[in-house]
């Protein structure tokens, strides 16, 4: 979920689905006769899982190019979690459909979660697609790319109970070379009511840890300084070496571990939710300091009545519960972003004002803000009416953002003043002058460059900042 990289957009732009900016592959040119080009769409997981794709035909022998002119295979990772994620594919492949006349042979694939959401219907609606995969069939790609190749539609959206593509090393695409994500675990035993996830990634299923730990040694030794755990509910991992066994690991005993690789690797995470989300994970936070200090704990409503609906099994009470317990164990300093859905099925305008007065109360450092998006065969596109017009939720979702805005600007300003410690990600996006990196809060922080490099850590004085971003000076 290149969230960082959108946290300053979102709130400029107001990009209501600033995460579905699409992802592309780079060039890499290993002598191969064939290439491949792929273009990421929706969260983390799928960036992650295009990476998986990309070692899997690497294997088979292509290179990648970031042209999808040049390539030979045209892959779309999909998202389906919002209608609009799911248009902005469809006009991709319009898009597409004169590459196609143009070379004929080009083949083009769907992943991921809107290929497992339509499975061979995708086929009948969008005639230019030879090849639909889903989040668990990657491993089958050469066969299918093979079947493609010889003229035939190719299609495999079994979703496993094991798979964790554990034993893949995936290739980095987009890389700054100082922070990468790891997947942890797969699928969602959830039911929100509203979330299309559950049918498209499958039963959650948590990946070995030593294969975990080994990846993020690895990237450490290849100079990344910055890793994010990546699961759709990280506080529900749990793994148990085999049925007989007592052999067990949990969120924060793997958290731990990788902690402990290296006092100089960062340690992130996403997704926390509130039901599973344990004191035990706070103090081991609070024991390592090269845990960030940063949760991304999705709120979604802050009404009881519709928390219900949507099925979160925790009501406003317990949220906040969870809050205090960050402040009480990690203190102020702590950065903590949410998730918040405006119009709902039902929702009232009382109700509404209860989303407002949580985000007052909390004071998140962040948001990710959206209109409700009725999913087809969802718990709620079966049971409630999606009854609140557009009109009503964007003026809700409007009002989310301005209350966002405020609290993101107040949060920044407690920043002014002090000294933070940045991991440097590279040049600045305005100024090839200055560096940009985050502190251990997940806070954007922009300063002159002098002789600083990306992969450094930075002693930074903050001494200005606006909504999305801290601006300082290095001390040396
Ligand atoms: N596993 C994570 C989030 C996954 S989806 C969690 O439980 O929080 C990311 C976000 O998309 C969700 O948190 C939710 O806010 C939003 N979302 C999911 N389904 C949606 C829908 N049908 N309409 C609008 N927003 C949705
Ligand atoms: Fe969807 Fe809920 Fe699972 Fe998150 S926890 S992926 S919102 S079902
Ligand atoms: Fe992610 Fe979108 Fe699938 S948010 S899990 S890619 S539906």
């Known amino acids: ?30 002598g191969n006769s064939r290439k491949m080009y792929i273009e990421s769409y929706g969260c983390q997981m799928n960036f992650a899982d295009s990476e998986i794709v990309t070692s899997i035909l690497q294997e088979q022998g292509f290179d990648t190019t970031s042209d999808f002119n040049n390539a030979d295979v045209i892959f779309l990772n999909t998202c389906a979690i919002r209608e609009n994620a799911e248009q902005k594919v469809r006009n991709r492949l319009k898009h597409l459909t004169n590459v196609k006349k143009n070379r004929p042979g080009t083949l083009i694939g ?24 889903g989040p668990d069939a990657y491993r089958d790609l050469p066969r299918l790319v093979e079947e493609a190749d010889g003229g035939q539609k190719a299609v495999n959206v079994f979703l496993s109970r094991e798979e964790t593509y554990a034993d893949i090393s995936p290739v980095r695409l987009n890389s700054n070379g100082v922070t990468a994500f790891i997947s942890i675990m797969r699928g969602c035993d959830n039911m929100c009511s509203f979330c299309v996830v559950p049918f498209t990634r499958g039963r959650e299923r948590s990946r070995d840890p030593y294969s975990i730990v080994a990846e993020a040694r690895d990237l450490f030794a290849q100079g990344y300084r910055d890793v994010t755990l990546l699961g759709q509910n990280v506080d529900s991992y749990k793994w148990k070496a085999s ?18 690789i290296h006092p100089d690797l960062r340690v992130r995470f996403t997704t926390s939710h509130p039901k599973d989300f344990t004191d035990e994970v706070l103090h081991t936070m609070a024991k390592y300091e ?55 099925c039902s929702e009232t305008e009382e109700e509404h004002q209860d989303s407002l007065s949580l985000m007052e109360i909390v004071k998140y450092d962040f948001a990710y803000m959206f ?51 940045v991991l440097v990600e590279g040049t600045s996006k305005r100024s090839e002058d200055h560096l940009q990196g985050r502190t251990s809060a997940n806070k954007v922080v922009v300063f002159p460059k002098k002789h600083y490099k990306k992969g450094d850590y930075v002693n930074v004085f903050v001494n200005d900042c606006t909504n999305a971003t801290l601006l300082g000076e290095a001390i040396d």
Not at 4 to 26: F, G, H, N
């Open 243 to 260: 049925e007989e066994s007592k052999e067990t690991c949990n969120f924060a005993q793997l958290l731990e571990q990788v902690a402990l």
């Open 1 to 30: 979920m290149e969230r960082v990289v959108q946290q300053l957009e979102i709130l400029t732009e107001t990009d209501k689905e600033a995460c579905e900016m699409p992802r592309i592959s780079k060039e890499e040119n290993r």
């Open 110 to 133: 769907v992943l991921g979660c809107m290929a497992e959401r339509l499975k061979s219907k995708f086929l009948e609606e969008e005639r230019i697609v030879d090849m639909v995969v």
């Open 371 to 421: 209109t409700y998006s009725e999913r087809p065969n969802t718990p709620a596109a079966k049971k409630l009416a999606d009854d609140i017009s557009p009109e009503v939720k964007n003026r809700r979702l409007n009002e989310i953002i301005e209350m966002q805005q405020k609290s993101s600007l107040e949060r920044n300003k407690l920043d002014l003043g002090k000294v933070h410690k």
């Open 290 to 344: 090269n845990i960030c200090k940063y949760i991304h704990l999705p709120a979604q409503s802050g009404n009881s009545r519709v928390l219900q609906l949507m099925n979160r099994t925790y009501d406003r009470e317990w949220y906040l519960d969870r809050i205090a317990a960050i402040r009480r164990i990690l203190g102020e300093e702590c950065g903590i972003s949410t998730d918040m859905i405006a119009g709902f």
